[in-house]
Each structure stands twice: as structure tokens, then as C-alpha cells.
T-cell receptor, first 115, second 113 residues
Framework: GNSVTQMEGPVTLSEEAFLTINCTYT??????LFWYVQYPGEGLQLLLK?????DKGSNKGFEATYRKETTSFHLEKGSVQVSDSAVYFC??????????????FGKGTLLTVNP | NAGVTQTPKFQVLKTGQSMTLQCAQD?????MSWYRQDPGMGLRLIHY???????DQGEVPNGYNVSRSTTEDFPLRLLSAAPSQTSVYFC????????????FGSGTRLTVV
């Protein structure tokens, strides 16, 4: 079956620090990969996505590259801000077989950025 | 604003009571899903639908029913609430099977006492 493993938190950084949140996956087909962000008290928002190998998703200074050889989709940001404090979820959607329509999520990583 | 609307935002139930969590989207999305979010567990799929009249079970369907009579609405029914169903519930919809990702509602926080 499909699964997503992401680094456990919490992660605490100072403002302007470099961020990496690791994410690896297993999938039976050819998945699309996503990072979602959940701000306190809110639902999940799509942060970025990549639909095929070597694609780079980017948004709001965050980036992640779809690495098929290492089955990874690590999230990075060069300089975090206090407003980036949130829970980040890595997810995949497998495009093959009967699992076309479902997202499989990692457990989430809580990021806290201090001024 | 276009999006996914969930009601209610908060609910407290007694064990054994039933209720329906409402979900509506106005984006004409075919694909809709219900997830529950529990601490340390991430999000787990309860039920999903690929179009009006078509539903299927996810990872954790026991104790929940769904139906999809219209494209817009996808209600989740708790048949006989149990404390193990205390959770935050999210509804999501998507235009595309895999490429676009889902739009999530703001969630319903349910407590069963």
C-alpha cells in the first residue's frame, strides 16, 4: 500500500533560519506529491505540488523537488518567518489503480518560528 | 467565497447519539472526501465519493455513513456516537483525481462524552 513518512517534530527555529522538513514515500503507482499547511485553528491549505519526477513545486518561498530515485519530496525554505509557524503535511495521491481519488498523509510536522 | 463549507464548527454529543456533519462545495468538483484528524495520526480517510451517487469506504469507515445525492453536498452521518469518534473532521473536494490536490473545509471539532 501507499505510505508517507515525514520527520517528526516539533521543529523550532529562529526567524530567518533555513528550514528542511524531510518526506519520503512508498507508492504502488506513479503518485502526485503535495505539501499542505495547517495554520492554528484552520483547515489544510495546499502549499505546493509536483506531479512527476524531477518536478519542483514552489510557493511563498517554499520549494520541494520530486525525487523518484530516492522516493523523497523534502520541503525547504531559505529564510523562515514567524508567520510560517504551522503544521506541515506531506501527502501523495496515487494515479494508478483503484486509489486514484485519495490522499495519503504523513503525520504532520509542527513548525514554530521564534522572533 | 468559493470553497468548501462545513457545519457545524463545534459539536458535543453524548454517547449513542446520532448526528450529521454537513459539507457543501460550490466549485463543481466531482471528488469529495471526509477525513478525521487525531493527534499523532495525521489525517485518515473515512469515506470518499467520485461523483453523485457513488461513494466508497476509506481507511476508517466503521461507525460512519455517507451519501452523495448531488455534486455539491456530501454529508457524513455518525450512527451512534462513541468517545473514540472524538476528533476533528475535515471535508475536502477536488476537480482532479491526482494533479490539483484537494480544497479543504475549515473542519468540525466533535467531542463525544
Amino acid at each position: 500500500g501507499n505510505s508517507v513518512t515525514q520527520m517528526e517534530g516539533p521543529v523550532t527555529l529562529s526567524e530567518e533560519a533555513f528550514l528542511t522538513i524531510n518526506c519520503t514515500y512508498t507508492a504502488t503507482g506513479y503518485p502526485s506529491l503535495f505539501w499542505y499547511v495547517q495554520y492554528p485553528g484552520e483547515g489544510l491549505q495546499l502549499l505546493l505540488k509536483a506531479t512527476k519526477a524531477d518536478d519542483k513545486g514552489s510557493n511563498k518561498g517554499f520549494e520541494a523537488t520530486y525525487r523518484k530515485e530516492t522516493t523523497s519530496f523534502h520541503l525547504e525554505k531559505g529564510s523562515v518567518q514567524v508567520s510560517d509557524s504551522a503544521v506541515y503535511f506531506c501527502a501523495l495521491s496515487d494515479k494508478s489503480g483503484g486509489s486514484n481519488y485519495k490522499l495519503t498523509f504523513g503525520k504532520g510536522t509542527l513548525l514554530t518560528v521564534n522572533p | 467565497n468559493a470553497g468548501v463549507t462545513q457545519t457545524p464548527k463545534f459539536q458535543v454529543l453524548k454517547t449513542g447519539q446520532s448526528m450529521t456533519l454537513q459539507c457543501a462545495q460550490d466549485m463543481n468538483h466531482e471528488y469529495m472526501s471526509w477525513y478525521r484528524q487525531d493527534p499523532g495520526m495525521g489525517l485518515r480517510l473515512i469515506h470518499y465519493s467520485v461523483g453523485a451517487g457513488i461513494t466508497d469506504q476509506g481507511e476508517v469507515p466503521n461507525g460512519y455513513n455517507v451519501s452523495r445525492s448531488t455534486t455539491e453536498d456530501f454529508p457524513l452521518r455518525l450512527l451512534s456516537a462513541a468517545p473514540s469518534q472524538t476528533s476533528v473532521y475535515f471535508c475536502a473536494s477536488s476537480r482532479d483525481r491526482a494533479g490539483y490536490g484537494y480544497t479543504f473545509g475549515s473542519g468540525t471539532r466533535l467531542t463525544v462524552v
